[in-house]
Structure formats: C-alpha cells, structure tokens
C-alpha cells in the first residue's frame, strides 16, 4: 500500500529555534498533501493544505509567516515552524492524498515536538 | 455543534465482544472515512465509503446516506484493537481533499 514518511519522529529544541519536518510519499506521487496538528487528547486539526509548485493554503488563525510550507515535488513536502515556542509543542502529521475529492489520504506516522 | 459527531468518546470492552462505533455528521459529503490511531500516534486509514458497507478482515464499516450517518462495527475485539478510532467526512463544499474530523472513539479491549 501507499507510504507516507515523516522525519524526524521526534524533535526537542529550544524556544526562538526553528524546525524543519519532512513528509515524503515513498511510493506515489502526491500532487496534494496536508498538514496537521494535533493536541493532547484533541482530534485533528488541518493546518495547510499543499500542492506541489504553489503557494499552500492555510487554515483561518494559521500563521503563514510562523509554518512555512514547502511542496517542492510530487513527492516532499516540508514544514518549517519558526521561531518555535513552548506552545507550538504539538503533534504534527502530514498526509498525501493521489486522487482527487474525495480521494483516500495516506498519513505519515507523525512528529512529535517538544519545545523548550 | 461539530460537523462531525462520534459516540461513544470511549468504550472499554472484554476481549471477543462485538463493538460499534457511531459517527454522525451534518453536511453533505462526498466520502466517509474511518482511521485508526494507535497509542505512538501514527495514523492508518481504515475505510473510505460513498455508500453501502466494507469489509476488511474482523472490522466492518456501514454508511448511510440519507441518515447521515456511519458505524464501524469490529468482530471478536482483540487487546491489539486498542486505538483512538476516528471519522473523518470529506465535505462536498470546498471542492478538494480537505477533511472534517470527529474527536475520535477511544477503545480499550481488555483481555
């Protein structure tokens, strides 16, 4: 079946540090993919929706300037948070999608981030 | 009111019993789709319906249109069941691959 990849799975870092998590379709080609956050005991909460070479699409009370979003290929896309604060610790978690509405999405495993 | 709607929030069940799952939701759609969350986090799609049922294995998953509504249904639960059990609907509007999720059914099968 499809895979999606995340890395890294876990990441601590410092208050003001920015992380970069990359989510990867290993075996398709993902002309749209997603990212996520996720807080403790909390369902999902779609961030960004990416498709490859434009711009993303964020969410209403998403900061554009804080997540950066990159789809560089049908096959990676990458989400830096800058300038990390403690209340950005969170789970994040991308997921690829091969067809159009309606079509299944594959999700990566996650990354849990920790910040300092 | 969530678009999405999921009871029970948890369930606590013996190994071997039959559980339902039950997911409500208010907008018109174009998939239902149920995912399973283990404890680590990672995230695994179970089914995608449009209508009718599933079935894969001991889990079954039932849609109804005109109710608006969804069950997911696991046969002779197993400790390994364990997870966070999610709908998720793909609305009609919008036009795209966004999802619409429920807050998730935690399930716990002891043995």
């Known amino acids: 079946g499809a895979v999606v990849s995340q890395h890294p799975s876990w990441v601590i870092c410092k208050s003001g540090t920015s992380v970069k998590i990359e989510c990867r379709s290993l075996d398709f080609q993902a002309t749209t993919m997603f990212w996520y956050r996720q807080f403790p005991k909390q369902s999902l909460m779609l961030m960004a929706t990416s498709n490859e070479g434009s711009k993303a699409t964020y969410e209403q009370g998403v900061e554009k300037d804080k997540f950066l979003i990159n789809h560089a290929s049908l096959t990676l896309s990458t989400l830096t948070v800058t300038s990390a604060h403690p209340e950005d610790s969170s789970f994040y978690i991308c997921s690829a999608a091969i067809t159009g509405p309606g079509g299944t999405q594959y999700f990566g495993p996650g990354t849990r981030l920790l910040v300092l | 009111k969530n678009e999405v709607e999921q009871s029970p929030q948890n369930l606590t069940a013996q190994e071997g019993e039959f559980i339902t799952i039950n997911c409500s939701y208010s907008?018109?759609?174009?998939?239902l789709h149920w995912l399973q969350q283990h404890p680590g986090g990672g995230i695994v799609s179970l089914f995608m319906l449009s209508s009718g049922k599933k079935k894969h294995g001991r889990l079954i998953a039932t849609i109804n249109i005109q109710e608006k509504h969804s069950s997911l249904h696991i046969t002779a639960s197993h400790p390994r069941d364990s997870a966070v059990y999610i709908c998720?609907?793909?609305?009609?509007?919008?036009?795209?691959?966004?999802?619409?999720f429920g807050k998730g059914t935690k399930l716990t099968v002891n043995p």
């Open positions: 907008v018109g759609i174009s998939a």
């Open positions: 998720a609907v793909s609305p009609v509007q919008g036009g795209s691959e966004k999802l619409v």
